[in-house]
Protein backbone atom coordinates (compact mmCIF):
# COMPACT_ATOMS: atom_id res chain seq x y z
CA UNK A 1 0.00 0.00 0.00
CA UNK A 2 0.83 3.50 -0.60
CA UNK A 3 0.10 6.73 1.40
CA UNK A 4 1.45 10.02 0.36
CA UNK A 5 1.65 13.11 2.45
CA UNK A 6 1.12 16.32 0.91
CA UNK A 7 1.21 20.00 2.84
CA UNK A 8 -2.10 21.73 2.26
CA UNK A 9 -1.09 25.21 2.61
CA UNK A 10 2.58 27.23 2.33
CA UNK A 11 4.89 24.56 3.87
CA UNK A 12 5.62 24.40 7.71
CA UNK A 13 2.10 22.30 8.60
CA UNK A 14 4.43 19.91 10.50
CA UNK A 15 4.16 16.61 7.54
CA UNK A 16 7.62 15.09 8.99
CA UNK A 17 5.48 14.71 12.74
CA UNK A 18 3.01 12.91 10.45
CA UNK A 19 5.28 10.90 8.85
CA UNK A 20 6.59 9.73 11.84
CA UNK A 21 3.43 9.21 13.49
CA UNK A 22 2.16 6.60 10.73
CA UNK A 23 6.14 5.31 10.49
CA UNK A 24 5.57 2.08 12.59
CA UNK A 25 3.36 0.07 9.78
CA UNK A 26 6.12 2.00 6.68
CA UNK A 27 8.62 -0.11 5.65
CA UNK A 28 9.82 2.70 2.99
CA UNK A 29 9.46 6.34 3.27
CA UNK A 30 10.32 8.30 -0.29
CA UNK A 31 11.07 12.18 -0.59
CA UNK A 32 9.63 13.09 -4.27
CA UNK A 33 10.66 16.78 -4.81
CA UNK A 34 13.03 19.44 -3.16
CA UNK A 35 16.17 19.22 -1.89
CA UNK A 36 17.66 21.04 1.94
CA UNK A 37 15.58 23.90 1.84
CA UNK A 38 12.69 21.67 3.04
CA UNK A 39 12.97 21.61 7.02
CA UNK A 40 11.25 19.14 8.75
CA UNK A 41 11.65 18.59 13.09
CA UNK A 42 10.50 15.01 14.25
CA UNK A 43 10.15 14.37 18.25
CA UNK A 44 10.95 10.93 19.22
CA UNK A 45 11.13 10.54 22.88
CA UNK A 46 12.95 13.37 24.42
CA UNK A 47 14.90 13.75 21.47
CA UNK A 48 14.49 16.36 18.66
CA UNK A 49 15.60 15.89 14.77
CA UNK A 50 15.73 18.72 12.64
CA UNK A 51 16.06 17.58 9.39
CA UNK A 52 16.29 19.52 6.04
CA UNK A 53 17.23 16.14 3.45
CA UNK A 54 17.25 13.04 4.92
CA UNK A 55 13.33 11.56 5.01
CA UNK A 56 11.66 11.51 7.77
CA UNK A 57 11.45 7.87 8.49
CA UNK A 58 14.91 7.50 9.31
CA UNK A 59 14.80 8.28 12.59
CA UNK A 60 12.19 5.02 13.13
CA UNK A 61 15.17 2.62 11.20
CA UNK A 62 12.94 3.01 7.91
CA UNK A 63 14.55 2.71 4.43
CA UNK A 64 15.05 6.53 3.35
CA UNK A 65 14.51 7.28 -0.15
CA UNK A 66 15.36 10.66 -2.33
CA UNK A 67 13.68 10.36 -5.35
CA UNK A 68 14.86 11.43 -9.18
CA UNK A 69 12.08 14.55 -8.19
CA UNK A 70 14.90 15.57 -5.52
CA UNK A 71 17.90 18.02 -5.90
CA UNK A 72 20.71 16.68 -3.42
CA UNK A 73 23.55 18.41 -1.86
CA UNK A 74 25.85 15.63 -0.99
CA UNK A 75 27.82 17.40 1.47
CA UNK A 76 24.04 18.16 3.47
CA UNK A 77 23.27 14.36 3.06
CA UNK A 78 26.37 13.15 4.24
CA UNK A 79 26.34 15.70 6.92
CA UNK A 80 23.10 14.74 8.00
CA UNK A 81 23.44 10.97 8.08
CA UNK A 82 26.73 11.77 9.90
CA UNK A 83 24.99 13.52 12.36
CA UNK A 84 22.12 10.80 12.99
CA UNK A 85 25.16 8.12 13.55
CA UNK A 86 26.67 10.37 16.17
CA UNK A 87 23.62 10.23 17.90
CA UNK A 88 23.18 6.33 17.89
CA UNK A 89 20.93 5.84 14.97
CA UNK A 90 21.93 4.26 11.82
CA UNK A 91 19.97 5.81 8.89
CA UNK A 92 19.34 3.56 5.29
CA UNK A 93 19.24 6.23 3.14
CA UNK A 94 19.19 5.58 -1.06
CA UNK A 95 19.50 8.08 -3.71
CA UNK A 96 17.96 7.58 -6.90
CA UNK A 97 20.65 8.19 -9.89
CA UNK A 98 18.52 10.19 -11.63
CA UNK A 99 17.75 13.07 -8.96
CA UNK A 100 20.18 15.76 -9.58
CA UNK A 101 23.15 17.34 -8.00
CA UNK A 102 23.30 20.57 -6.04
CA UNK A 103 26.73 22.27 -6.53
CA UNK A 104 28.84 24.81 -4.88
CA UNK A 105 28.03 27.52 -7.81
CA UNK A 106 24.32 26.88 -7.34
CA UNK A 107 24.31 28.11 -4.19
CA UNK A 108 26.41 31.60 -5.35
CA UNK A 109 23.95 32.09 -7.82
CA UNK A 110 20.89 31.64 -6.18
CA UNK A 111 22.05 34.94 -3.55
CA UNK A 112 23.12 36.72 -6.63
CA UNK A 113 19.71 36.74 -8.01
CA UNK A 114 17.88 37.03 -4.94
CA UNK A 115 19.74 40.22 -4.23
CA UNK A 116 19.25 41.28 -7.71
CA UNK A 117 15.49 41.17 -7.13
CA UNK A 118 15.73 42.68 -3.52
CA UNK A 119 14.74 45.97 -4.71
CA UNK A 120 11.54 44.82 -6.27
CA UNK A 121 8.55 42.62 -5.52
CA UNK A 122 9.93 39.37 -7.43
CA UNK A 123 12.24 38.02 -4.97
CA UNK A 124 10.86 34.60 -3.79
CA UNK A 125 12.79 34.91 -0.23
CA UNK A 126 14.39 31.77 -1.15
CA UNK A 127 16.67 29.90 1.53
CA UNK A 128 19.71 30.50 -0.26
CA UNK A 129 20.30 26.90 -0.67
CA UNK A 130 20.67 26.79 -4.54
CA UNK A 131 17.13 24.68 -4.97
CA UNK A 132 16.30 27.23 -7.93
CA UNK A 133 19.23 26.93 -9.75
CA UNK A 134 19.94 23.55 -9.93
CA UNK A 135 16.49 22.36 -11.13
CA UNK A 136 16.84 25.33 -14.23
CA UNK A 137 19.65 23.73 -15.06
CA UNK A 138 17.65 20.56 -15.10
CA UNK A 139 14.94 21.74 -17.05
CA UNK A 140 17.63 23.49 -19.42
CA UNK A 141 19.20 19.96 -19.97
CA UNK A 142 23.15 21.13 -18.46
CA UNK A 143 22.10 19.65 -14.97
CA UNK A 144 24.52 16.98 -13.38
CA UNK A 145 22.89 14.09 -11.79
CA UNK A 146 23.60 11.45 -8.95
CA UNK A 147 24.52 8.89 -10.96
CA UNK A 148 27.52 11.23 -13.02
CA UNK A 149 28.92 11.41 -9.91
CA UNK A 150 29.93 7.84 -9.76
CA UNK A 151 31.73 7.96 -13.32
CA UNK A 152 34.62 10.38 -13.61
CA UNK A 153 34.46 10.81 -16.94
CA UNK A 154 31.35 12.02 -17.51
CA UNK A 155 31.43 13.61 -13.77
CA UNK A 156 34.32 16.27 -15.93
CA UNK A 157 32.57 16.39 -19.31
CA UNK A 158 29.51 17.69 -17.55
CA UNK A 159 31.59 20.02 -15.30
CA UNK A 160 33.54 21.30 -18.55
CA UNK A 161 30.34 21.96 -20.57
CA UNK A 162 28.45 23.73 -17.63
CA UNK A 163 31.18 25.11 -15.28
CA UNK A 164 32.26 27.87 -18.22
CA UNK A 165 28.54 28.87 -18.91
CA UNK A 166 28.00 29.50 -15.17
CA UNK A 167 31.29 31.73 -14.53
CA UNK A 168 30.49 33.73 -17.75
CA UNK A 169 26.84 34.62 -16.09
CA UNK A 170 27.97 35.33 -12.20
CA UNK A 171 31.27 37.60 -14.42
CA UNK A 172 29.23 39.14 -16.78
CA UNK A 173 25.78 39.28 -16.30
CA UNK A 174 26.35 40.06 -12.72
CA UNK A 175 29.53 41.78 -12.22
CA UNK A 176 30.53 39.23 -9.65
CA UNK A 177 34.02 37.51 -8.91
CA UNK A 178 34.34 34.53 -8.98
CA UNK A 179 35.85 31.67 -6.57
CA UNK A 180 36.48 28.08 -6.27
CA UNK A 181 33.13 27.59 -6.20
CA UNK A 182 33.29 28.10 -10.13
CA UNK A 183 36.76 25.77 -10.43
CA UNK A 184 36.18 23.08 -12.53
CA UNK A 185 39.39 20.82 -11.16
CA UNK A 186 38.23 21.86 -7.24
CA UNK A 187 34.73 20.98 -8.09
CA UNK A 188 36.11 17.67 -10.08
CA UNK A 189 37.53 16.51 -7.10
CA UNK A 190 34.92 17.51 -4.37
CA UNK A 191 32.26 15.69 -6.42
CA UNK A 192 34.17 12.72 -7.05
CA UNK A 193 34.77 11.86 -3.61
CA UNK A 194 31.17 12.35 -2.78
CA UNK A 195 30.06 10.12 -5.77
CA UNK A 196 32.88 7.51 -4.08
CA UNK A 197 31.41 7.56 -1.44
CA UNK A 198 27.96 6.90 -2.21
CA UNK A 199 29.02 3.83 -3.95
CA UNK A 200 31.11 2.13 -1.27
CA UNK A 201 28.13 2.96 0.88
CA UNK A 202 25.95 1.70 -1.91
CA UNK A 203 23.48 4.58 -1.77
CA UNK A 204 22.29 4.93 -5.53
CA UNK A 205 19.96 3.28 -6.51
CA UNK A 206 17.27 3.65 -9.65
CA UNK A 207 14.14 4.91 -7.72
CA UNK A 208 11.28 3.45 -9.95
CA UNK A 209 12.53 -0.16 -10.53
CA UNK A 210 13.52 -0.10 -6.42
CA UNK A 211 10.13 1.42 -5.32
CA UNK A 212 8.33 -0.71 -6.83
CA UNK A 213 9.85 -4.19 -6.18
CA UNK A 214 9.28 -2.95 -2.32
CA UNK A 215 5.12 -2.44 -3.24
CA UNK A 216 5.52 -5.69 -5.79
CA UNK A 217 6.41 -7.62 -2.38
CA UNK A 218 3.69 -6.20 -0.44
CA UNK A 219 5.72 -3.50 1.69
CA UNK A 220 4.02 0.06 2.45
CA UNK A 221 5.66 3.06 0.84
CA UNK A 222 5.11 6.51 2.55
CA UNK A 223 5.70 9.28 -0.30
CA UNK A 224 6.44 12.48 1.74
CA UNK A 225 6.39 15.63 0.10
CA UNK A 226 8.40 19.34 1.20
CA UNK A 227 7.05 22.72 1.61
CA UNK A 228 3.33 23.01 0.44
CA UNK A 229 0.63 23.30 -2.31
CA UNK A 230 0.23 26.98 -2.32
CA UNK A 231 4.35 27.13 -3.06
CA UNK A 232 4.18 24.24 -6.14
CA UNK A 233 5.55 25.71 -8.81
CA UNK A 234 2.65 25.40 -11.08
CA UNK A 235 -0.09 25.74 -8.88
CA UNK A 236 1.04 27.73 -6.17
CA UNK A 237 1.11 31.57 -6.07
CA UNK A 238 3.77 32.44 -8.58
CA UNK A 239 6.76 33.85 -8.32
CA UNK A 240 6.46 33.50 -4.47
CA UNK A 241 7.13 29.49 -5.03
CA UNK A 242 9.44 26.67 -5.05
CA UNK A 243 11.21 25.27 -7.56
CA UNK A 244 9.10 21.92 -7.81
CA UNK A 245 5.89 20.49 -7.02
CA UNK A 246 5.13 19.68 -3.75
CA UNK A 247 1.82 18.42 -5.15
CA UNK A 248 0.58 14.69 -4.80
CA UNK A 249 1.26 14.19 -8.82
CA UNK A 250 4.99 14.61 -7.94
CA UNK A 251 4.91 11.71 -6.23
CA UNK A 252 4.44 9.33 -9.27
CA UNK A 253 6.68 11.99 -11.91
CA UNK A 254 9.64 12.13 -8.47
CA UNK A 255 9.88 8.56 -7.87
CA UNK A 256 8.99 6.83 -10.80
CA UNK A 257 6.36 4.56 -9.45
CA UNK A 258 2.92 4.70 -11.71
CA UNK A 259 -0.03 7.55 -10.69
CA UNK A 260 -2.28 4.26 -11.00
CA UNK A 261 0.12 2.48 -8.33
CA UNK A 262 0.28 5.86 -6.53
CA UNK A 263 -3.92 6.84 -6.64
CA UNK A 264 -4.83 3.49 -5.24
CA UNK A 265 -3.41 4.91 -1.85
CA UNK A 266 -4.60 7.14 0.17
CA UNK A 267 -2.99 10.66 0.11
CA UNK A 268 -2.83 12.71 3.46
CA UNK A 269 -3.50 16.49 3.20
CA UNK A 270 -1.14 18.04 6.32
CA UNK A 271 -3.43 21.49 7.94
CA UNK A 272 -2.17 24.27 10.60
CA UNK A 273 -4.87 24.59 12.13
CA UNK A 274 -3.79 28.59 11.17
CA UNK A 275 -1.64 29.96 8.41
CA UNK A 276 2.43 30.62 8.61
CA UNK A 277 4.74 31.38 6.10
CA UNK A 278 8.72 31.79 5.88
CA UNK A 279 9.08 34.08 2.06
CA UNK A 280 7.52 37.00 0.92
CA UNK A 281 4.08 37.70 -1.50
CA UNK A 282 0.80 38.20 -0.45
CA UNK A 283 -1.37 36.34 2.39
CA UNK A 284 -4.70 37.97 2.61
CA UNK A 285 -5.48 36.64 5.68
CA UNK A 286 -2.11 37.70 7.38
CA UNK A 287 -2.20 39.24 11.19
CA UNK A 288 -0.48 42.44 10.34
CA UNK A 289 -2.99 45.18 10.00
CA UNK A 290 -2.79 47.02 13.83
CA UNK A 291 -0.96 46.57 16.51
CA UNK A 292 -3.39 44.05 18.18
CA UNK A 293 -3.42 42.10 14.94
CA UNK A 294 0.49 42.11 15.65
CA UNK A 295 0.26 41.15 19.21
CA UNK A 296 -1.36 38.01 18.14
CA UNK A 297 0.41 36.72 15.58
CA UNK A 298 3.67 37.03 18.08
CA UNK A 299 2.06 35.32 20.68
CA UNK A 300 1.34 32.28 17.96
CA UNK A 301 4.49 32.28 16.65
CA UNK A 302 6.15 32.03 20.05
CA UNK A 303 3.68 29.52 20.97
CA UNK A 304 3.92 27.81 17.63
CA UNK A 305 7.57 27.67 17.66
CA UNK A 306 7.32 29.44 14.00
CA UNK A 307 10.96 29.92 13.13
CA UNK A 308 11.94 28.20 10.02
CA UNK A 309 13.79 25.26 10.53
CA UNK A 310 16.11 25.94 7.72
CA UNK A 311 16.63 29.41 8.23
CA UNK A 312 15.42 30.53 11.52
CA UNK A 313 13.45 33.19 9.86
CA UNK A 314 10.36 33.98 12.23
CA UNK A 315 7.21 32.82 9.72
CA UNK A 316 4.48 34.97 8.86
CA UNK A 317 1.51 34.27 10.56
CA UNK A 318 -2.45 34.48 9.85
CA UNK A 319 -5.86 33.07 10.21
CA UNK A 320 -6.56 29.80 8.67
CA UNK A 321 -7.28 30.36 4.85
CA UNK A 322 -9.48 28.29 3.31
CA UNK A 323 -10.36 29.04 -0.09
CA UNK A 324 -6.69 27.98 0.01
CA UNK A 325 -7.61 24.52 1.78
CA UNK A 326 -10.39 23.72 -0.87
CA UNK A 327 -7.44 24.21 -3.22
CA UNK A 328 -5.24 22.33 -2.23
CA UNK A 329 -8.11 19.52 -1.88
CA UNK A 330 -8.70 19.94 -5.19
CA UNK A 331 -5.43 19.89 -6.87
CA UNK A 332 -4.56 16.83 -4.57
CA UNK A 333 -7.37 14.69 -4.26
CA UNK A 334 -7.11 14.52 -0.13
CA UNK A 335 -8.80 11.29 0.98
CA UNK A 336 -7.82 12.17 4.57
CA UNK A 337 -6.59 15.87 6.11
CA UNK A 338 -4.17 15.92 9.44
CA UNK A 339 -4.94 18.94 11.29
CA UNK A 340 -2.25 20.20 13.90
CA UNK A 341 -1.28 22.75 16.02
CA UNK A 342 -4.75 23.47 17.78
CA UNK A 343 -3.13 23.72 20.63
CA UNK A 344 -1.31 26.73 19.91
CA UNK A 345 -4.88 28.82 19.50
CA UNK A 346 -5.94 27.29 23.08
CA UNK A 347 -6.38 30.39 25.23
CA UNK A 348 -7.81 32.51 23.04
CA UNK A 349 -11.07 34.68 23.32
CA UNK A 350 -11.90 33.65 19.82
CA UNK A 351 -10.82 32.25 16.60
CA UNK A 352 -11.45 33.37 12.76
CA UNK A 353 -10.64 31.60 9.88
CA UNK A 354 -11.04 32.92 6.47
CA UNK A 355 -13.59 31.73 4.61
CA UNK A 356 -13.99 33.29 1.32
CA UNK A 357 -12.44 35.69 -0.42
CA UNK A 358 -14.15 39.36 -1.79
CA UNK A 359 -12.66 40.69 -4.88
CA UNK A 360 -14.26 43.22 -6.98
CA UNK A 361 -17.55 42.70 -5.66
CA UNK A 362 -17.66 38.65 -6.24
CA UNK A 363 -17.46 36.60 -3.50
CA UNK A 364 -14.40 33.68 -4.29
CA UNK A 365 -14.52 30.27 -2.63
CA UNK A 366 -11.12 29.21 -4.00
CA UNK A 367 -7.88 30.75 -4.76
CA UNK A 368 -7.73 33.00 -8.00
CA UNK A 369 -5.47 31.59 -10.36
CA UNK A 370 -2.63 34.92 -10.42
CA UNK A 371 -1.08 35.72 -7.45
CA UNK A 372 -2.01 39.60 -8.24
CA UNK A 373 -5.54 38.85 -7.99
CA UNK A 374 -5.03 36.82 -4.94
CA UNK A 375 -3.20 39.83 -3.00
CA UNK A 376 -6.31 42.30 -3.92
CA UNK A 377 -8.71 39.47 -2.20
CA UNK A 378 -10.14 40.77 0.72
CA UNK A 379 -10.60 37.72 3.62
CA UNK A 380 -14.71 37.36 4.23
CA UNK A 381 -13.36 36.13 7.81
CA UNK A 382 -15.81 33.50 9.93
CA UNK A 383 -15.54 33.41 13.82
CA UNK A 384 -15.55 30.53 16.28
CA UNK A 385 -15.37 30.50 19.67
CA UNK A 386 -12.22 29.71 21.49
CA UNK A 387 -11.25 26.85 23.35
CA UNK A 388 -9.58 26.56 27.25
CA UNK A 389 -5.74 25.55 27.59
CA UNK A 390 -6.50 22.16 28.83
CA UNK A 391 -3.58 19.19 29.37
CA UNK A 392 -2.92 18.13 25.80
CA UNK A 393 -1.31 14.62 26.60
CA UNK A 394 -4.24 13.71 28.28
CA UNK A 395 -6.71 14.86 25.70
CA UNK A 396 -4.11 12.32 23.47
CA UNK A 397 -4.48 9.50 25.72
CA UNK A 398 -8.29 10.07 25.55
CA UNK A 399 -9.40 10.27 22.44
CA UNK A 400 -11.33 12.56 19.90
CA UNK A 401 -13.78 13.40 22.46
CA UNK A 402 -11.85 14.88 25.03
CA UNK A 403 -10.62 17.77 22.47
CA UNK A 404 -12.35 20.73 23.90
CA UNK A 405 -15.88 20.72 22.36
CA UNK A 406 -15.27 24.25 19.93
CA UNK A 407 -11.88 23.16 18.98
CA UNK A 408 -13.81 19.85 17.72
CA UNK A 409 -16.53 22.45 16.09
CA UNK A 410 -13.47 23.79 14.43
CA UNK A 411 -12.18 20.62 13.33
CA UNK A 412 -15.43 19.56 11.46
CA UNK A 413 -15.88 22.43 10.19
CA UNK A 414 -12.28 22.45 8.41
CA UNK A 415 -13.63 18.85 7.41
CA UNK A 416 -16.81 19.54 5.82
CA UNK A 417 -15.46 22.00 3.94
CA UNK A 418 -12.96 20.04 2.25
CA UNK A 419 -15.44 16.96 2.56
CA UNK A 420 -12.53 15.40 3.53
CA UNK A 421 -12.40 13.09 6.91
CA UNK A 422 -9.98 14.11 9.67
CA UNK A 423 -7.40 10.85 10.22
CA UNK A 424 -5.51 12.87 13.04
CA UNK A 425 -5.45 16.08 15.05
CA UNK A 426 -2.32 17.42 16.68
CA UNK A 427 -2.00 18.65 19.95
CA UNK A 428 1.11 19.16 20.52
CA UNK A 429 5.27 18.35 18.82
CA UNK A 430 5.27 14.80 19.92
CA UNK A 431 4.46 11.58 18.63
CA UNK A 432 2.50 10.86 21.73
CA UNK A 433 0.32 14.19 21.61
CA UNK A 434 -1.58 13.31 18.34
CA UNK A 435 -4.74 12.20 18.54
CA UNK A 436 -5.71 9.40 16.10
CA UNK A 437 -8.79 8.78 14.34
CA UNK A 438 -7.68 6.20 11.10
CA UNK A 439 -4.35 4.84 10.24
CA UNK A 440 -3.89 4.41 6.94
CA UNK A 441 -1.90 1.24 6.83
CA UNK A 442 -5.02 -0.86 8.33
Known amino acids: MTVTIVGAQLGDEGKGGVVDLYGDRVDVVARYQGGDNAGHTVVHGDQEYKLSLVPSGAVRGKVGVLGNG ?25 VAERAHVILPYHRVLDGIEEDAKSDSELDAGTTGRGIGPTYEDKVGRRGIRIGDLL ?37 YEQYRRFGERLAEEGMTVNAGDFLGDRIDADENVM ?20 SSNPTAGAAATGTGVGPTTIGTGEVIG ?13 LPTELSDDETEEELADQIREKGGEFGTVTGRPRRIGWLDVP ?56 VLREFDGWSEVDWSEVAAEGYDAIPENARTYLEYVSDELDTPIYAVGVGPGREQTVVLETPFE
Open 70 to 94: CVVNPATLFDEIDSLRERGLDPDVR
Open 223 to 242: FEGAQGTSIDIDHGIFPYVT
Open 270 to 282: IVKAYLSRVGTGP
Open 151 to 187: DPDVLRERLEYVVPQKRALAEDVFGVKTGEEFDIASL
Open 324 to 379: MLRHAARVNGFTGLAINHIDVLAGLGSVSVGHAYELGGETLETMPTTTERWADCEP
